[in-house]
């Protein structure tokens, strides 16, 4: 992900791991990574609290 692609999407936008790091989600590879808006993150991680 290069710096412009994160300055251009992560306006209103919330960098998500698909798979946490505390369940053995990849920290670093960009295939673990989805940008969200925040109603969407609020939604996904709602199902881990």
Known sequence: ???QD???R???MELLDIKP???GGD???L????WLT???HF???RFWN
């Open 10 to 12: 992560s306006k209103g």
């Open 43 to 45: 939604e996904v991680v």
């Open 31 to 34: 295939e673990n990574k989805v």
């Open 6 to 8: 994160t300055a251009s």
């Open 27 to 29: 920290p670093v590879s």
């Open 21 to 23: 790091i505390a369940v």
């Open 1 to 3: 992900m290069s710096v």
């Open 38 to 40: 925040r109603q969407q």
